[in-house]
């Protein structure tokens, strides 16, 4: 596994040229996720719904099921969210969690029949149905904690590879040089610099001791027009237009305890280093001392898009039937500001008291970019049997996250468009996504359901585990009114970096969280047939 191809994680002050690359890869992905949404009822049944319509989530998912309406409908979605992270980092675990409730789904359909009095209601156009959907298909709303005592790297190795790099004295690299007195001149390799940090001893463990908190906000949600036709009860054939808005922030705050060399281990290394010069009071006394670092960093992001869509559903016999979808890229416009400082506090031995702080400048630590992305293209296809007491359905899709692109339209960079895009290539992959459910009708009244939804792994060189499984129950309240609710548990399992160093030189690998992140899903959904 490459740890540097994990991009979950957080950008952190390295400077704004330094740390664009790694953020928008990551933010490509983030804004290009997410579910197709729907009612209660097909969420409990693993949000298959590629070859089954009938249900307002058709109008989100495959809009050819909006044919299969023979009247009105309306419904109201809300879901309760539990997020909760179990973390391991260098041996010690942590858990965090947030809780969240809001408006998952709205729609309408309205049934258009193409017949009148006395006309044929089994051959031709029997319909042509509208749907109208606000759906919210991906919520933000995340905090993930972690620490540990890290015997490998520490985040001055990051600083000092930013400031080795052919850009990295200019701004932040000055600065943070000049004023921070924790690195030196590289002695085996002109115009590289190299951090005078070794690990302190933490609870008996030695390294550099580490805490990462990361508090995300926000949500993406579409409103969606659709058309279905029902062509003699075997083909139904549908188109949509989706807008999606989007808002995400992400605040975090990354905290290293550690130590300076000795004068007498710098000796041994690097004899000639400013630092042992007495005369030079300003860095000889920085040697043989206790600090702190303090890594801030907060984004603000928004963005709007326009897709399409095209479905069809057909019916190989009454109760057989097969769908397919195509999605095309949703065209996002995108706004982010962004904002990173880096503190440094030293301690003399036994000593509460800094003697030296330093914190870098707001402007150094400033960004803000406009740009496009295209998301992924997706395409689904799909089975569904019905019983006399139920159904079994089935989907498989098909998403190619290498095909996602990034467009600078503000000029930031003359490279930063071609860097990002072959970082896209080298980083993600296309995969496929399964998903599978199932519906039983206990009497007249209540149904039950489960479901199971697998997505693929997006990653070319890291390992990535996702999946939901789905309960839910179902009950016609008459007059047209009806009432679902479900459970759904969500897991998935990734490596989260807080930041990465350049790993050939430093012969260790870029350090990484195991994170568990759980979510459990409550939907309630209530609507009515007119």
């Known amino acids: 596994m490459t740890i540097k191809k994990l991009l979950f994680g957080t950008a952190f002050v390295l400077g704004a040229a330094g740390t664009t690359q790694a953020q928008y890869t990551k933010d490509v992905l983030l804004f290009s996720q997410g579910d197709n949404g729907g009612t209660a009822r097909f969420k409990a049944m693993g949000n298959a719904s590629t070859a089954l319509g009938g249900d307002i989530s058709s109008i989100t998912g495959n809009p050819a099921g909006l044919g299969y309406f023979n009247q009105s409908d309306v419904s109201v979605t809300a879901r309760y969210l539990n997020y909760k992270n179990k973390t391991d980092y260098f041996g010690q675990n942590s858990s965090s969690s947030k809780n969240n409730f809001n408006l998952d ?17 089994e051959r031709g156009w029997l319909n042509f149905n509208v749907g109208i959907a606000y759906n919210r298909n991906n919520i933000y709303n995340n905090l993930l904690q972690y620490n540990g005592v890290n015997n490998t790297s520490s985040i001055t190795d990051a600083y000092s590879d930013r400031l080795s790099s052919p850009n990295g004295m200019n701004g932040w690299g000055q600065e943070v040089y000049g004023n921070s007195l924790l690195f030196d001149v590289d002695p085996k390799k002109a115009g590289s610099y190299i951090p005078i ?14 805490v990462n908190s990361i508090l995300e906000k926000g949500s993406k949600s579409e409103s969606v027009l659709s058309f279905g036709a029902n062509y003699s009860n075997r083909l139904y054939l549908g188109a949509a237009l ?7 922030d992400n605040s975090s705050w990354f905290t290293e305890y550690g130590q300076t060399i000795t004068a007498e281990n710098l000796a041994k290394s690097n004899p000639d280093s400013q630092f042992l010069d007495p005369k030079n009071v300003s860095k000889n006394q920085m040697l043989d001392k206790d600090y702190e670092l303090y890594d801030d960093y907060a984004q603000a992001t928004d963005g709007t898009g326009v897709d399409f869509k095209l479905g069809v559903i057909y019916k190989f016999t009454p109760t057989f039937s097969m769908g397919f979808t195509a999605k095309s ?38 960004s803000y970019l406009e740009y496009n992305m295209n998301t992924p293209y997706k395409l689904a296809v799909g089975a569904s049997q019905i019983f006399s007491r139920g159904l079994i359905t089935a989907d498989v899709e098909w998403v190619d996250y290498a095909a996602m692109r990034f467009r600078d339209v503000g000029n930031y960079s003359k490279t930063l468009e071609k860097d990002m895009n072959q970082n ?27 479901g199971f939804n697998y997505s693929g792994n997006p990653y070319k060189n890291s390992d990535y585990t996702n999946y939901t499984a789905s309960l839910g ?16 548990y969500n897991a998935i399992n990734y490596k989260e970096s807080p930041y990465t160093i350049d790993e050939n030189y430093w012969n260790a690998a870029s350090p990484a969280a ?14 009515s047939k007119f």
């Open 105 to 121: 789904n709205a729609g309408i359909v309205f049934h258009l029949p193409t017949y009148r009095n006395g006309g044929n209601l």
């Open 197 to 210: 940090t070794v690990g302190g001893t933490y609870d008996g463990k030695n390294g550099f001791n580490q």
């Open 242 to 248: 989706g807008f999606t808005a989007f808002s995400y």
């Open 329 to 366: 890229p949703t065209f996002m416009s995108i706004r982010d500001e962004s904002y990173s400082n880096a503190e440094f506090r030293y301690f003399r031995p036994n000593e509460d008291k800094s003697f030296k702080e330093y914190r870098t400048s707001d402007d150094a630590g400033h």
């Open 424 to 450: 896209i290539k080298d980083t993600y992959q296309g995969a496929f996504n399964a998903r599978i459910g199932g519906e039983v009708l206990f009497d007249n009244v209540f149904s039950g359901r489960a």
């Open 473 to 488: 129950i179902g009950a016609k309240l008459g007059r047209g009114m009806y009432i679902d609710l479900t459970g759904a």
């Open 514 to 527: 195991d994170i568990k992140n759980q979510r459990t899903n409550v939907i309630l959904t209530i609507g």
